[in-house]
């Protein structure tokens, strides 16, 4: 379980800067688009420290709007810098992934078979 944690916490940011590039979200949409998508426990507690950050570094920013339901949101946009981490992101996420999937696909299948004998 903790492992899950780990690897998420190292692809929370990216997640978070795709969702928010997508369109302007508060906090708590968020963390439900997420949730949708099939990141677990993925709570306020755990978005609102990825927001500030980001926000720190400059990849988003955040603006206070009137609520149709109930007090003003804040409602978060992805900056210009943002959007080149996230593209750094993505091409460094993509040349990671591939080949770790692969090693644990073949992982997997030696399992299988060694289960098979």
């Known amino acids: 379980m903790a492992l899950r944690s780990q ?3 190292g692809v929370l940011d990216a997640c ?6 997508e369109q302007p979200v508060y906090g708590y949409e968020l963390s439900q ?6 990141l677990p426990n993925i709570s306020d507690g755990t978005i ?8 720190k570094n400059g990849f988003i920013k955040g603006e206070m709007k009137p609520s149709a339901t ?12 943002g959007k080149e981490e ?3 992101i993505s091409a460094e996420w993509l ?9 644990l696909k073949r992982s997997e299948k030696d399992e299988k078979s060694n289960g098979a004998n």
């Open 16 to 21: 978070v800067m795709a969702v928010v590039e």
């Open 95 to 103: 040349q990671i992934a591939d080949p770790v999937s692969k090693l």
């Open 86 to 88: 996230l593209e750094q």
């Open 33 to 38: 688009k997420l949730q949708k998508i099939g």
């Open 70 to 81: 109930g007090p003003n949101r804040k409602y978060y946009f992805l900056t210009d810098e």
């Open 48 to 55: 609102y420290p990825v927001l500030l950050r980001l926000q």
């Open 7 to 9: 690897l998420l916490k």
